[in-house]
Nanobody
Framework: QEQLVESGGGLVQTGGSLRLSCVAS????????MGWFRQAPGKEREFVAA????????DYDYSVKGRFIISRDDAENMVTLQMNSLIPEDTAVYYC???????????????????WGQGTQVTVSS
C-alpha cells in the first residue's frame, strides 16, 4: 500500500554535492518521521538524518553534522537530503525510510522505521 521512491544518487568528486529526494505514497505519505540511512559494503546500516513532527525536529549523525541538511515538504510528500562537502567515507547505498506513528524522540535505529525505499548509490571518488 505504501512505497518510497528515491532519486539523486550518483558519482561525485571529493568536496562535491548531491541532493537526494524521496517521494512517499500510500501510508508512507502520512508518515510522522522520514529519515535517511546508509550502508557501505561490509558495514551495518547506519543512521544519517531524520526529520519528524509538526515542528520539523531534525537529528543528524555526528559524521554528517554540518555537511548534510534534511528537509521535508509535506505538500509534495517528499523528504530531501542535501549533501555537501562529500568525502569518500560517504560512499554507500542511501536508503529513505518512513515511520508511520509517533515517536517520543527522533528515531535513529533502523528497526524504528516501517517502510523503506530501494536505495540509491552514492559514490564519492578521491
Amino acid at each position: 500500500q505504501e512505497q518510497l521512491v528515491e532519486s539523486g544518487g550518483g558519482l561525485v568528486q571529493t568536496g562535491g554535492s548531491l541532493r537526494l529526494s524521496c517521494v512517499a505514497s500510500g501510508r508512507a505519505a502520512n508518515s510522522y518521521v522520514m529519515g535517511w540511512f546508509r550502508q557501505a559494503p561490509g558495514k551495518e546500516r547506519e543512521f544519517v538524518a531524520a526529520i519528524a513532527g509538526s515542528r520539523g525536529e531534525t537529528d543528524y549523525d555526528y559524521s554528517v553534522k554540518g555537511r548534510f541538511i534534511i528537509s521535508r515538504d509535506d505538500a509534495e510528500n517528499m523528504v530531501t537530503l542535501q549533501m555537501n562537502s562529500l568525502i569518500p567515507e560517504d560512499t554507500a547505498v542511501y536508503y529513505c525510510a518512513a515511520r508511520n506513528y509517533y515517536s517520543e524522540t527522533v528515531p535513529i535505529l533502523y528497526n524504528q522505521y516501517d517502510t523503506w525505499g530501494q536505495g540509491t548509490q552514492v559514490t564519492v571518488s578521491s
